[in-house]
């Protein structure tokens, strides 16, 4: 269904992913923080990290019991860390865009936004335990594979997707042999697993321009310097967002391209 037809229904779908994506960062964080402490991410309740003391529904809104205890836990007064509350209204604002973007209310939005919460999820994983945590790297690849039956142009989608990988992680498994056999560092554990998923999403062009724009983001920009995941995910939602208004025709047309050059031989 498109997003723009009528009126009410778009403000009404962009103000409900604003909240989703407000609620999810919560959950995402949360979870993230479990899997480095090595608790149980499926049950138990949400708990201060200072005391300890359970938190109530009143204490689990986001944005607005952030705002309304001041920052600070309701039981022991220990601050809360300002990043809960910059995480749920980045989550909120990133939701709004892929739906902006996207344009349309469907199954890919809809797999869109959880890839867009797991990347949350895995780059906390990087920044706080400097892991690339594989159950958020198969969660996304379940979801992508979920949602093929409601992809336009599937035969062209998965023959551009694959081809990414192909080319996109040789070049890298090529670099990175080159690099260990000169004593240089490995690559990160579980990396080229995370970039061929991400290439998935983004496809081959996409996947180029991820690839250029997440290695001068860790590259020059400060906050990204340390850990490659978060300049990952950004840039492959950018790229995932942009590729949402380019025409399939010229994302694919590469495909028939190359195949008639190879029949000609
Ligand atoms: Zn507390």
């Not at 989703?20 to 090595?38: E, M, N, P």
């Amino acid at each position: 269904m498109p997003l723009f037809e009528i009126p009410f229904i778009a403000v009404f779908t962009l103000v409900l992913a604003f909240i989703f994506g407000t609620v999810l960062a919560s959950f995402i964080t949360c979870t993230a923080g479990r899997i480095l402490a090595h608790e149980d991410w499926t049950r138990g309740f949400s708990h201060c990290d200072t005391c300890g003391h359970q938190l109530g529904t009143a204490d689990l809104f986001p944005v607005i019991s952030y705002i309304a205890l001041g920052g600070k836990c309701r039981y022991c007064g220990s601050r809360v860390p300002i990043r809960c509350l910059i995480s749920e209204v980045l989550l909120g604002v990133v939701f709004v865009a892929v739906v902006l973007f996207h344009g349309r209310i469907d199954a890919v939005m809809v797999r869109n936004l959880m890839l867009a919460m797991l990347m949350m999820g895995i780059s906390f994983c990087d920044i706080d335990g400097k892991i690339i945590h594989e159950g958020f790297v198969t969660a996304m690849l379940s979801i992508w594979i979920g949602a093929l039956p409601f992809v336009p142009d599937l035969k062209l989608y998965i023959a551009d997707k694959v081809a990414a990988c192909v080319v996109f992680c040789g070049a890298v498994m090529l670099v990175s042999y080159i690099r260990t056999s000169k004593g240089k560092d490995p690559l990160k554990p579980g990396f080229l697993k995370l970039m061929a998923v991400c290439l998935l999403y983004t496809g081959f062009f996409g996947g180029a321009g991820m690839l250029i724009l997440t290695a001068l983001l860790k590259g020059f920009v400060k906050p990204f310097k340390n850990t490659i995941v978060p300049a990952m995910s950004v840039c492959t939602l950018v790229f995932l967002c942009v590729a949402d208004l380019v025409d399939t025709g010229l994302l694919y047309g590469y495909i028939p391209a190359i195949l008639n050059y190879m029949r000609v031989f």
